[in-house]
């Protein structure tokens, strides 16, 4: 009897100093704040921001916990996007040179057609050191100039087909078989590797959407870009060794994947070329 009395009292201590070291974790605001760290790694961004806003609730300048919230509630819905604001608007009063702040509360501008202050804030962040933000305020004109210093190698396809149109495939939610509609292109661009550009290879870059796990977006990205080596190969004969495949998953995203619009853009393949 004795021996079980002692069991139990071991057990018993050891629940008691589990609990206060529970306790004692989410009895601080960093405490909460891990605890939404972690939440909004399995992507369960309601509980996120219920652990951020309990670590605000004790130190209301915690400035990483009203940013880390407010890219929750964007990510959460869009609905949601003034509640996003709000945060990252106290993040950039808190911790004015946070140039992630700006380029946050920028892309929410843009994507709520508040177009000044976007440009204000991403131009914020780019004196703060912000890549992305820099790359941004580049027009279009501008990126492709950018990139062709970068590496000479590449090629932008597009300024060889007649038809002007741009070397991209847009793809249908969780698919990747080639729609009709961009035979056309592809056909073109089959003309200009076989005939203009004959020294040059094709990268064959497949992207896709943020729905869904990365692992499984980028075996999903790979697929759409074997579906257009296969339809080069197969109906125009160019050789695979002249194919470089690229999978980029939701990674490179040319548009907000907060909206279907903005997601449809997103399920794509581009194509360019490189110097052999």
């Given at each position: 009897m004795k021996k079980v009395n002692y069991c139990f009292l071991v057990v018993l201590v050891v629940l008691l100093a589990w609990q206060g070291a529970v306790a004692k974790e989410t009895s601080t605001a960093q405490g909460w704040f891990q605890k939404g760290v972690a939440y909004e790694k399995q992507g369960v961004y309601g509980e996120a921001i219920k652990m951020y806003t309990r670590a605000i609730e004790l130190q209301r300048d915690y400035a990483e916990a009203y940013f880390k919230r407010g890219k929750a509630y964007r990510v959460q819905s869009p609905s949601e996007s003034n509640e996003a604001l709000e945060d990252f608007t106290v993040t950039i009063k808190l911790a004015p040179t946070n140039g992630e702040a700006y380029y946050e509360r920028g892309l929410l501008y843009a994507y709520l057609l508040y177009n000044e202050n976007a440009v204000a804030d991403m131009r914020t962040a780019a004196s703060l050191g912000h890549e992305g933000a820099r790359l941004w305020l580049l027009s279009p004109e501008e990126r492709e100039a950018e990139e062709a210093k970068e590496d000479s190698r590449y090629i932008y396809l597009g300024n060889?087909?007649?038809?002007?149109?741009?070397?991209?495939?847009?793809?249908?939610?969780?698919?990747?078989?080639?729609?009709?509609?961009?035979?056309?292109?592809?056909?073109?661009?089959?003309?200009?590797?076989?005939?203009?550009?004959?020294?040059?290879?094709?990268?064959?870059?497949?992207?896709?959407?943020s729905i869904g796990t990365k692992k499984y977006n980028h075996k999903l990205s790979m697929n759409r870009a074997r579906a257009i080596e296969s339809y080069l190969e197969v109906k125009h004969g160019i050789q695979p060794d002249r194919v470089i495949l690229k999978a980029f998953g939701e990674n490179g995203p040319i548009a907000t994947n907060e909206t279907e619009e903005g997601r449809a853009k997103n399920r794509r393949v581009e194509l360019l070329g490189m110097k052999k």
């Open positions: 060889y087909m007649p038809s002007g149109n741009e070397p991209m495939v847009h793809f249908d939610f969780n698919k990747a078989n080639i729609k009709n509609q961009y035979y056309a292109l592809l056909d073109e661009v089959a003309m200009v590797v076989k005939d203009t550009l004959p020294e040059v290879n094709i990268i064959v870059a497949g992207y896709a959407d």
